[in-house]
């Protein structure tokens, strides 16, 4: 196991312990670190920094086991493709306001591919990928598979002040470093460029509600942001923070009863219950307790 620093402030000491681990090492595998595989209730220590409130998990798996796990997960979740272009798309569309040119767009955890499409609809003369599973890239359509860098994001991919845009959805949580993370956003933006992020709230009403049975406290979630934190690593990273609001989702119904932290017979009665009538795939949109950022390169 992996010690882990608060990413904000360094401290590794001062810290309070919010829920035990409850996971067995020998079992985590590539389904494990599935992109938005059912809820396991798996997850390492959760900490919450005492200095500025960020919550981290501490200890974790060693990076380079992680990393490993990543490039061999399954892209699993191609039903839910529309739902997630109908909720990311919406803010994409937002954030198109603070950008001076289309000439370079990339997404970071981009799947297969399916937001650079829109991302070229917008107006973007290229739009890049980078995702670290092999499944996922290998079914991306061909004419953005090209574009897609089947690794993890890390220095050296991409050159210094290429893209006008950069976007990554539910990924920042999952990062070992981000403070490299965002370092290496701001290196390879333009001047001006603009940074487009949504991840899940610690604090959101959800999170409080279910405890340690919400779904965000999971094996694959390494450091977990409030809007008083996600502002602080930003900026740390000289970036200006134009923006930080509430994300609004749109799923279909079934999924998000499958996430009802409920006996499982009982949550396969309601699932069977709502495919009988017809309903299961009804689109539902609300705010499952996810935060957005919109910053730029100064």
């Given at each position: 196991?992996?010690?882990?620093?608060?990413?904000?402030?360094?401290?590794h000491?001062d810290?309070?312990?919010?829920?035990k681990?409850?996971?067995?090492?020998?079992?985590?595998?590539?389904?494990?670190?599935?992109?938005?595989?059912?809820?396991?209730?798996?997850?390492?220590?959760?900490?919450?920094?005492?200095?500025?409130?960020?919550?981290y998990?501490?200890?974790?798996?060693?990076?380079?086991?992680?990393?490993?796990?990543?490039?061999?997960?399954?892209?699993?979740?191609?039903?839910?493709v529309?739902?997630?272009?109908?909720?990311?798309?919406?803010?994409?569309?937002n954030?198109?306001?603070f950008?001076?040119?289309?000439?370079?767009?990339?997404?970071?955890?981009?799947?297969?591919g399916?937001?650079?499409?829109?991302?070229?609809?917008?107006?973007?003369?290229?739009?890049?990928?980078?995702?670290?599973?092999?499944?996922?890239?290998?079914?991306?359509?061909?004419?953005f598979?090209?574009?897609?860098?089947?690794?993890i994001f890390?220095?050296?991919?991409?050159?210094?002040?290429?893209?006008?845009?950069?976007?990554?959805?539910?990924?920042?949580?999952?990062?070992?470093?981000?403070?490299?993370?965002?370092?290496?956003?701001?290196?390879?933006?333009?001047?001006?460029?603009?940074?487009?992020?949504?991840?899940?709230?610690v604090?959101?009403?959800?999170?409080?509600?279910?405890?340690?049975?919400?779904?965000?406290?999971?094996?694959?979630?390494?450091?977990?942001?409030?809007k008083?934190?996600?502002?602080?690593?930003?900026?740390k990273?000289?970036?200006?923070?134009?923006?930080?609001?509430?994300?609004?989702?749109?799923?279909?119904?079934n999924?998000?009863l499958?996430y009802?932290?409920?006996?499982?017979?009982?949550?396969?009665?309601?699932?069977?219950?709502?495919?009988?009538?017809?309903?299961?795939?009804m689109?539902v949109?609300?705010k499952?307790?996810?935060?957005?950022i919109?910053?730029?390169?100064?």
């Open positions: 196991m992996t010690r882990v620093f608060c990413a904000i402030d360094k401290n000491k810290y309070s312990v919010l829920y681990e409850n996971f067995d090492a020998r079992r985590i595998d590539k389904h494990v670190f599935s992109a938005r595989r059912l809820p396991d209730k798996v997850h390492y220590r959760i900490v919450r920094c005492s200095r500025c409130n960020l919550v998990s501490n200890p974790i798996l060693p990076p380079e086991k992680i990393e490993q796990l990543y490039k061999k997960s399954m892209f699993l979740y191609k039903e839910q529309n739902n997630i272009i109908a909720t990311y798309d919406t803010y994409i569309k954030a198109l306001q950008v001076k040119s289309k000439n370079n767009f990339l997404e970071i955890g981009c799947g297969n399916f937001l650079l499409k829109k991302a070229q609809e917008h107006g973007f003369k290229n739009a890049y990928g980078v995702e670290p599973s092999r499944d996922a890239v290998l079914k991306a359509d061909k004419r598979r090209k574009n897609i860098v089947n690794n890390k220095p050296g991919l991409f050159r210094k002040n290429y893209f006008d845009m950069i976007a990554f959805f539910q990924v920042l949580d999952h990062v070992i470093d981000p403070n490299q993370f965002l370092r290496e956003c701001h290196k390879i933006l333009k001047p001006g460029g603009v940074v487009l992020a949504i991840n899940h709230d604090d959101s009403f959800i999170s409080h509600l279910f405890g340690e049975s919400c779904p965000i406290f999971d094996i694959e979630h390494v450091y977990l942001f409030n008083h934190t996600i502002d602080l690593i930003f900026k990273h000289n970036f200006k923070v134009l923006r930080i609001f509430n994300v609004k989702n749109t799923f279909a119904l999924y998000c499958s009802l932290p409920a006996p499982k017979s009982l949550k396969n009665f309601i699932l069977n219950l709502t495919d009988l009538i017809g309903i299961s795939n689109k949109r609300f499952p307790g996810n935060l957005g919109i910053a730029k390169k100064q």
